[in-house]
Nanobody
Framework: QVHLVESGGGLVQAGGSLRLSCATS?????VGWFRQAPGKEREFVAV????????LYADSVKGRFTISRDNAKNTVYLQMNALKPDDTAVYYC?????????????????WGQGTQVTVSS
């Protein structure tokens, strides 16, 4: 069984930065970040493979968000810069055992409880 715990969310002004962390237990090969804004469906944000050699971003966050991982600490990070009010959402990390179709949230087996990110204008 794999457990995921997100942290680092909060309230920030537009243009500011936050770093989210996803602490994992168990082996987590591929870890993705997803978000769900009020009244909207959950959407893909970023994903990283075990080695860090494969990374994908949603177009809406490219150039502003950076995903990384420290396998020695069993932690995956999401550095969010130049935040916009549209980034306001609950952010979830999720894990799965393979890479194919990594952007598809239906392929993920384990999910964290989420952390709220609110960006004020």
């Amino acid at each position: 069984q794999v457990h995921l715990v997100e942290s680092g969310g909060g309230l920030v002004q537009a243009g500011g930065s936050l770093r989210l962390s996803c602490a994992t237990s168990g082996v987590t090969f591929t870890v993705g970040w997803f978000r769900q804004a009020p009244g909207k469906e959950r959407e893909f944000v970023a994903v990283i493979s075990w080695s860090g050699g494969n990374i994908l971003y949603a177009d809406s966050v490219k150039g502003r968000f950076t995903i990384s991982r420290d396998n020695a600490k069993n932690t995956v990070y999401l550095q969010m810069n130049a935040l916009k009010p549209d980034d306001t959402a609950v952010y979830y990390c999720a894990a799965r055992g393979s890479w194919n179709q990594a952007q598809n949230q239906r392929n993920y087996d384990y999910w964290g409880q989420g952390t709220q990110v609110t960006v004020s204008s």
